[in-house]
């Protein structure tokens, strides 16, 4: 039986606790404090666990996932093969050689760019040829289509005289006009922070600045000695010992971090750690250094929570998946689990019939009849074989 593997340590919890279990005789700062300590520390443990498991996933997709798709792949070139061998041998009717047709140009037109070059010929053979007016009439829709996707995404508004009929056009076209609207932006912008300097402030508002910069300096300075106590604390060229020098040295390593990301709840727990504060120091700490922290560790949090959806928008990227599908890491086992069974039945069922319809042309027949050719429309059609 395999070791399981030890579970990640959890950091110390840093918490100002109340007298008995009243805690109506905290402060509302002492309150906020432990409120965003606990959120903290419940969404670093969610960063890291989705983390782990978007690492296992694509682990998992690697190992097991992609021989699966290769196999799979393999088995609808096996298809086309014995498809197309029925349409050229068996007695077929004209509907039922149509419905071949469809499949393979609809269902198998990806084989060739996923290891089956080969497969081209026979895609070929009944693909018919594009006249001068189709292609002209598809360029003309894919150049309208960009122009909608263009203008409701970015608002670009299109010229009725705009030659963007094709590719290099359509590049060259949205170059110039984002440029130009760029500059448009810039020149905008510089203006109005022109007027703003020329603005007299009110008395009221050069009061309120210089509140604001004044907190930001207590906020700065609490953060910055934190980081200087624990310097003081761990710098290892002042350790004899080797073995306490790694470990030290370690340490620091977490204090620059923690000290640059402005992780003030991270420099909290390592003072704690070693014990360069207690409890009754948090429990003590006056109601204007809880508010320059309250405001840190709100900072923290909302750093924790775009750091949580960035690496579920990434997963999304792998995946193809939308990140509210897949929000957790027991969604995430869910959903591979039943991706891979899915695929898995789905080999076994095209190997079937791919065996059935090499000696039996009424195989060929039945399946022909259970399947309808898509009805042509805007965009392409997806057939899942």
Do not use: W
């Not at 100002?16 to 509302?28: H, P, R, V």
């Not at 609808?76 to 393979?104: C, F, N, P, Q, W």
Request: glycine share 2%.
């Amino acid at each position: 039986m395999a070791k399981k593997k030890p579970a990640a340590p959890k950091p110390q919890l840093v918490h100002i606790a109340a007298a008995g279990t009243d805690n109506s005789a905290l402060s509302k700062a002492q309150k906020e404090f432990n409120r965003l300590t606990k959120r903290i520390a419940k969404r670093e443990q969610e960063v890291h666990e989705f983390r782990e498991a978007a690492t296992r996933l694509r682990q998992r997709v690697q190992t097991e996932y992609r021989p699966l798709q290769d196999k799979h792949n393999n088995v609808r070139a096996d298809l086309v093969r014995v498809l197309d061998h029925a349409h050229d041998t068996y007695k077929l009717t004209k509907g039922e050689r149509a419905k071949i047709v469809s499949l393979l140009l609809d269902g198998c037109y990806d084989l060739p760019q996923k290891g089956h070059p080969e497969i081209q010929a026979i895609l070929d053979k009944y693909e018919e040829p594009e006249t001068a007016e189709e292609a002209a009439a598809a360029d003309a829709e894919t150049a309208e289509m960009m122009k909608q996707l263009f203008s409701q995404q970015f608002g670009i508004e299109f010229d009725a005289d705009a030659d963007v009929s094709t590719p290099e056009k359509m590049q060259a076209y949205l170059h110039q006009k984002m440029a130009a609207e760029q500059a448009a932006y810039e020149q905008e912008a510089a203006q109005q922070a022109e007027r703003r300097t020329q603005r007299k402030k009110t008395p009221k508002q050069q009061a309120a600045e210089e509140k604001k910069q004044a907190e930001e300096q207590n906020i700065t300075q609490a953060v910055r000695t934190l980081y200087r106590d624990l310097v003081k604390a761990l710098h290892p060229d002042l350790e004899p010992d080797e073995t306490e020098k790694i470990r030290k040295t370690e340490l620091m390593k977490q204090v620059t971090t923690a000290y640059e990301a402005g992780e003030l709840l991270t420099l909290l727990r390592l003072q704690l750690e070693l014990q360069r504060i207690d409890q009754s120091h948090l429990e003590n700490l006056a109601e204007d250094q809880l508010r320059y922290y309250n405001k840190l560790l709100k900072e923290q949090a909302r750093e924790l929570d775009e750091a949580m959806f960035r690496e579920q928008e990434i997963l999304s990227g792998f995946t193809g998946k939308s990140y509210y599908y897949m929000p957790t890491p027991a969604a995430l086992d869910y959903d591979y689990r039943l991706q891979k069974q899915q695929l898995e039945h789905k080999i076994k069922q095209l190997a079937a019939e791919v065996l059935a319809f090499e000696h039996d042309p009424a195989a060929v027949k039945a399946f022909l009849k259970t399947y309808s050719v898509p009805k042509a429309g805007p965009g392409p059609m997806f057939i899942q074989l």
